[in-house]
Nanobody, 115 residues
């Protein structure tokens, strides 16, 4: 089992920035991939960014060049720096960790963007 706790969400004006953080605990030594998903009201959940233990990073096209995922293996944390937030970005953001092919997710944290 892996437990994940997100922090750092909130309200920001369009064009502004937020930094989400996630702390993992439990079977962290078996974590292969860490990532962030999001789900907006009425929309399907989508993968925003993820990073593997060996450094492979992927982003959904809509956040490329605006969001940056970074991790600290020693502390087992993963952050998502979100810049130039847009009206399409508000959602509940979830931190996830993949262990032995199974994804574990945090409770989620709200990100709201005001125009």
């Amino acid at each position: 089992q892996v437990q994940l706790v997100e922090s750092g969400g909130g309200l920001v004006q369009a064009g502004g920035s937020l930094r989400l953080s996630c702390a993992a605990s439990g079977r962290v030594f078996n974590i292969w991939r860490l990532g962030w998903n999001r789900q907006a009201p009425g929309k399907e959940r989508e993968s925003v960014a993820s990073a593997t233990r060996n450094g492979d990073i992927t982003y959904v096209d809509s956040v490329q060049d605006r969001f940056t995922i970074s991790g600290n293996i020693a502390k087992m944390t993963v952050d998502l720096q979100m810049n130039s937030l847009q009206p399409d970005d508000p959602a509940v953001y979830y931190c996830g960790a993949c262990v032995d092919g199974i994804w574990y997710w945090g409770q989620g944290i709200q990100v709201t963007v005001s125009s």
